[in-house]
C-alpha cells in the first residue's frame, strides 16, 4: 500500500506541474482539485484494501486532543516563524482572476477538505501500512519511528514540491506530521488527528480573514 501512496503522490506532483500553465491564466484552484481527487482516489484504494476498523472510530476524546494539540502546534508554528513580528496574512494574496472565488476554495479547500484527505492518506494508509510492513521485521518500536519518519516526509515533499517553501517552512510542516503521527499511535484512531489538523488550518484561515478586513 504504501508503494500505491507513493506513486499516486508522484502522479498527483506531475499532474499539478503539468496544469502551472492553466493556472497562469487565472485557475489557481485546478491544480489543488487534481491533488485533492488523487488523494481521494488513493483512500479510496485503501478502504478496498481493508483499513484496520479501529483505525476509524472516532470519540470525544479525539475532538478534544484533536482541537487542544492544533492550537498549541498553531502557537507554535507562529513562534518558529517570527509571527509576532510579522503583518496578518491576507486573503487577497491568492491570485487569479476570481479572486473571492480561488480565496473561497483555498479557505474552505484548507479547512474542510485538505485535513481529511491529508490524513487519511498520509496518517492513514502511509503510516499504518508502513508500521504494519516494519513491525514484524524490526518490532513496534523501531517500527513506530521509522513508519513515522516516511509517512511524515512524504508529507512534507508533497507541501514543499513547488520549490517556494524554504527550511523554515519544511520544519514545520515536518513538526506538524509527526507530531499528528504521534497522536494517530497514542489513540489508535485517526479522527484526533484529522481534527487537530482542521484546527491547525482553521486558524490560520481566522488570521487571513482578520488580516483582510484590517487591510481595508
Not at 482516489?41 to 478534544?64: A, F, Q, Y
Amino acid at each position: 500500500m504504501l508503494t500505491i501512496v507513493m506513486i499516486g503522490l508522484v502522479l498527483s506532483a506531475c499532474a499539478a506541474r503539468l496544469l502551472m500553465p492553466i493556472a497562469g491564466f487565472g485557475f489557481p484552484s485546478t491544480q489543488l482539485f487534481v491533488t485533492w481527487a488523487c488523494l481521494l482516489l488513493l483512500i479510496v484504494l485503501g478502504l478496498l484494501r481493508r483499513v484496520p476498523s479501529p483505525l476509524l472510530l472516532c470519540r470525544t476524546t479525539d475532538l478534544l486532543w484533536g482541537v487542544g494539540l492544533g492550537l498549541a502546534l498553531r502557537i507554535l508554528q507562529g513562534f518558529l516563524s517570527g509571527a509576532n513580528s510579522s503583518p496578518f496574512p491576507d486573503l487577497r494574496v491568492v491570485g487569479g482572476a476570481n479572486q473571492f472565488t480561488e480565496a473561497a476554495v483555498a479557505v474552505l479547500g484548507s479547512v474542510l477538505v485538505a485535513p481529511v484527505l491529508e490524513e487519511g492518506v498520509f496518517r492513514g494508509l502511509a503510516l499504518v501500512s508502513c508500521y504494519v510492513y516494519l513491525r514484524r521485521r524490526v518490532g513496534g518500536v523501531p517500527a513506530a519511528i521509522a513508519s513515522a519518519l516516511i509517512s511524515s516526509a512524504l508529507f512534507v515533499l508533497m507541501h514543499t514540491s513547488g520549490g517556494s517553501s524554504g527550511i523554515e517552512s519544511a520544519l514545520q510542516l515536518l513538526i506538524l506530521a509527526v507530531t499528528l503521527c504521534g497522536l494517530v499511535f497514542a489513540t489508535g484512531r485517526i479522527w484526533g488527528s484529522i481534527f487537530a489538523h482542521v484546527t491547525y488550518n482553521a486558524t490560520f484561515s481566522v488570521l487571513m480573514i482578520v488580516g483582510s478586513i484590517a487591510n481595508g
